[in-house]
């Protein structure tokens, strides 16, 4: 985003929004994120071409979220849509002028928690599960061959892949990642921190494992 | 192997993943058209916090003019300072995080656990600089009276706040809940405070003090519970039988 649409982008905010200067401290070092911002004070508002325009936005990337933690592509579907009507149903709880992709994570990552914390409770819940870990391992297994965020991710535990999703697939700043996992910026840093020595060793026992096919 | 090519490997990886179908973002939106409505948001968070402030004094003068100010009374200058701007202090970060515990993706400055162990640990400090009365006289029975006394308290200062953040979301009903119970249980310290005339180092240390893990603990069982019937009835609806 340039200069230029930024500004337009910040005046657009205050004229939905009424939040005057205020917004400009919150807004400075997000401005490429700032049409989300203006586009839900306008989905606060009632504006449905907003909505379209903000679903269309968030969805990949809350989808991509969903792939990495769930490994199936009609649980991330699934997920995609119950965290979109939880959207609705709590879209009043957004704060004009406040980021809003912690927010929209922040969601997701509850009704990710809370459809998993269901489907253990229900016996059908609990097969399913069985075939997702199974699911996983097998991902895990594909290692060698295929070059998915999944996999890459797999050896990882939840906690860290999901930081890991948010900072380097998503894009967001530390800041973000800890308001979206309620937590704090230093846990979020040694979430990635330990996520990162994992993958390197990972990544260095796999280069060496090829090496010695190749060799 | 570098940071950057672990940046690049994932970057790259990220792009291999499928976007959701149009079909799925347009069902999405559908299902958003039919109940779109103007909303208004949440107040901003200081008058929250303040309303929730205003909840936990409420809730102490209340208390307090029922059973008497008898503790007020009987402290001295320094005594009401320390004790009150203590209670004040905690309150409103109390009141803060509660606050932010029912916004999605707020800033978080203290755990919830965190939170508690801090308010504990400087209530149970100001009581053990500012009561040196040593002697014990009925510490169960007359600790059992206060600790009752200071609940009873609590659970009301907690439904309110409870109610005053309704309209909020809590991603983690749990951790609301420990924080709602731990603002109660410093409005329930806040009662004790003003009514009690025990001033024996230990019945204060202990038993006034247990009124905020006491409260909070209660808090987070709740919120748990319900969590728990929440889902028990999500079970039955997939197991009718």
């Not at chain 1, 985003?1 to 657009?12: I, L, P, T, V």
């Not at chain 1, 999944?150 to 890991?164: C, N």
């Not at chain 2, 755990?111 to 600089?129: E, T, Y």
Request: glycine share 8%; aromatic share 8%.
């Amino acid at each position: 985003m340039g200069r230029q649409a930024c500004s337009e982008a910040k005046n657009d905010l205050r004229e939905h929004t009424g939040t005057g200067n205020d917004c400009k401290k919150v807004f400075e070092p997000m401005c490429p994120e700032s049409n989300l911002e203006i586009l839900m004070a306008r989905y606060q508002q009632g504006d449905y071409a907003a909505v379209s325009d903000l679903i269309g936005r968030v969805s990949p990337q809350l989808h991509r979220f969903f792939l990495v933690q769930s490994a199936s592509r009609a649980d991330a579907d699934d997920l995609l849509q119950e965290t979109w009507l939880r959207i609705h149903k709590v879209r009043h709880t957004y704060r004009p002028g406040e980021a809003a992709l912690p927010w929209f994570y922040a969601i997701a990552r509850y009704v990710r928690v809370d459809h998993y914390r269901k489907s253990v409770r229900t016996a059908a819940g609990e097969r399913e599960l069985e075939a997702m870990s199974k699911g996983a391992v097998a991902v895990a297994g594909k290692f060698d061959h295929v070059e998915s965020l999944d996999a890459l991710l797999a050896p990882l535990p939840e906690s860290q892949r999901e930081v890991i999703e948010m900072l380097k697939v998503a894009g967001m700043s530390l800041e973000e990642v800890a308001r979206a996992t309620s937590s704090s910026v230093g846990s979020v840093k040694q979430k990635a921190h330990r996520a990162y020595a994992k993958l390197r060793e990972t990544m260095t026992t796999r280069g060496k494992a090829e090496d010695y096919r190749e060799g | 192997m570098k940071d950057e090519e672990i940046d690049d490997v994932l970057r790259q990886a990220g792009r291999t993943l499928p976007d959701p179908t149009p079909a799925t973002l347009q069902s999405v939106a559908d299902s958003i058209k039919t109940s779109l409505r103007p909303v208004r948001p949440l107040p901003p968070q200081w008058a929250l916090t303040a309303g929730l402030l205003l909840i936990c004094a409420a809730v102490s003068l209340a208390g307090a003019a029922r059973a008497g100010f008898f503790g007020f009374e009987k402290m001295d200058i320094l005594e009401r300072l320390l004790v009150f701007s203590a209670l004040v202090i905690f309150a409103w970060l109390a009141g803060a995080e509660f606050t932010h515990e029912m916004i999605p993706g707020s800033r978080r400055r203290l755990s919830p656990g965190a939170l508690l162990g801090l308010a504990s640990a400087a209530l149970f400090a100001v009581f053990a600089f500012l009561f040196r009365d040593y002697q014990t006289h009925h510490f169960i029975s007359v600790g059992i009276v206060c600790l009752v006394t200071g609940f009873i308290h609590a659970v009301p200062a907690s439904l309110l706040a409870w109610l005053l953040l309704r309209r909020g979301f809590a991603v983690n009903s749990v951790a609301a809940g420990l924080v709602a119970g731990t603002l109660g249980g410093l409005a329930g310290v806040g009662v004790l405070e003003l009514h009690c005339p025990n001033f024996e180092a230990a019945h204060v240390l202990v038993w006034h003090t247990a009124v905020v893990p006491l409260s909070a603990g209660a808090g987070a069982l709740v919120a748990w519970a319900q969590r728990f019937r929440a889902g028990s009835s999500v079970r039955e609806r997939a197991n009718p039988e």
